[in-house]
Structure formats: C-alpha cells, structure tokens
C-alpha cells in the first residue's frame, strides 16, 4: 500500500493545480492576511494559496506530505519573485510550535489527511489567529467525482473517514467547534475553467490525477473501460458552458473560519 507521500506524487499534478487556482485565491481573499503575518499553509499542494497568501506580503510556509509537489510550488512562486518556505510535513502531526501561525490555511489539502481529529488538532493547535479552510462538499461537483471513483475501488476499510465529510457543517463543528474557538461556516461555489474540451480533461484526469491513476491500476481491462466512460461522462454532463462559451465547471466547497477568541482579530 503506497505512502500519503507516494500517492500523491503519481502522476503530474501541474494541470490539477491550475485547474483549481482560484479556489486558492478566494480562500485566501476570506481571510484576515496582512503584510508581514505569519501563515501557513497546510495540505500545500502547488502552493494555490500559499502563493497567493505570499503575494499579500505575509511570510507564508507552505507545507504538504508530498515534496514532488512543493518542488513544484517552489518554481511557481520562483517564476513571481516570491520567497516562500516550503517543508514536507504531515497535517495530523506537524513540526511546528504551538501557536506559530497568524492564519493557517488548508485549500482542499488537509481535508486528505486520514485521521480527522488529528488534524483538527493539528490546525487548531500551530494557529493564534484564523484557521481558514476550503473543503469540497459531498453534494456538490467534487462529491460526484468522489462517488463517481468510490463505485470503481474497493470498499474503503471500516471506520475510514470520507474527505468530503469536511465540507459538512455539522461534521466540522464537531472537529473545531470549542470553547474559544469563533467558527463560521458557508457554502460557496468556485468556477474552475479549462481551455479544451469535455474528452481533454477527461485525458488530464486520467494521465494525471493520483486517485484516477490509483483507481485505474487496480483494474482489469474491462473495468478499466467502465471507468472511463464513467469518467468522460463527468467531464462531459459537468460541464456548466452553453454552446460557444469555455468549457467551465461549478465546483461546490465549504469555507471555514475557526478563530480563537484571543486571536490577533479580537
């Protein structure tokens, strides 16, 4: 069985992480972030928020299980001007000290990370000011590409928590619902555009993205066929453009915002 580190250096996430860019930038938009605060970013990735997070002026860490994609990050930011630090780090057990961090951030990152409560701990215990998430919703595009790959894969072993299960409200409040911790919690919808068709990014799934990749090794040829139809279907009936209009999706996510009450806001 491969490594959270393993996993997700399958494939080239480059075009994933473009796909969703702008989800980094309104997470980080939401966000109380001034010049010169200290921020981490958790579940990095590429860096979609960390980088922009940067381009703010805060001293911006971003960390991330997997340094195949920080590496990329790095040269992102590089081609700005941008001087981040970027640390292989797990979310549910992090090298950092206890209230470290103004903001942390967690773009579709930490929601990954096996051991919920852990994070939550994790998130919660590095942060003096706002944690601030963006979490795909099980109702929305996201969840449908998650059913859509958890009909193909084997059942996933008992007590396993579901990443989405984070874009729930009720299931976040029970995580960092506590005592001097202001959470606030909205559903909102981020449009992610690719200039191509439906069956190109049906390509850039399947030659790219780690559960695809994951998904379709542990096929047989014919189930590997059934996937992809199934996939291609999404791509396709996802689709929100009418006829002439770049094809675009409408991608729902929970925003999050846990700050403690002696947080640099209160």
């Known amino acids: 069985m491969r490594s959270a580190r393993e996993f997700w250096a399958m494939g080239d996430y480059t075009p994933i992480g ?5 989800l980094g930038r309104d997470l980080v938009a939401a966000c109380p972030i001034t010049p010169g605060q200290r921020v981490l970013d958790v579940g990095a990735g590429t860096g979609n928020a960390a980088i922009v997070a940067a381009e703010r002026g805060a001293e911006v860490v971003a960390a991330d299980v997997t340094p195949e994609l920080l590496a990329i990050g790095q040269r992102l930011a590089a081609k700005k001007g941008l001087e981040l630090e970027w640390r292989e780090a797990d979310a549910q057990r992090m090298p950092f000290a206890d209230g470290e961090f103004d ?4 773009c579709v990152g930490a ?12 998130l919660l215990r ?13 109702g929305g595009s996201a ?3 998650f059913d859509m790959l958890g009909r193909h894969s084997p059942a996933p072993p008992p007590g396993a928590s579901r990443p989405t299960a984070w874009g729930e409200p009720e299931h976040v409040r029970l995580l960092l619902g506590r005592p001097g911790v202001r959470l606030e919690t909205a559903v909102r919808n981020v449009r992610l555009t690719f200039d191509g068709t439906p069956r190109e990014l049906f390509e850039v799934y399947r030659d790219n993205f780690a559960p695809v990749l994951a998904v379709r090794e ?7 066929v059934a996937f992809d139809r199934d996939l291609l279907a999404f791509t396709t ?14 991608y729902e996510y929970l925003l999050v915002l846990a700050t403690k009450a002696d947080g640099p806001d209160d």
């Open 103 to 106: 903001v942390v951030l967690s």
């Open 218 to 224: 542990g096929l047989d040829a014919e189930g590997a």
């Open 18 to 22: 473009e796909l969703i860019s702008e």
């Open 126 to 138: 590095v942060c003096r000011g706002t944690v601030a998430m963006a979490n795909w919703t099980p």
């Open 237 to 250: 009936t996802e689709n929100r453009a009418a006829p002439g209009e770049p094809v675009h999706y409408e």
């Open 143 to 145: 969840g449908a590409f």
């Open 111 to 122: 929601m990954f990370a096996p051991d919920h409560e852990a994070t939550a701990d994790e």
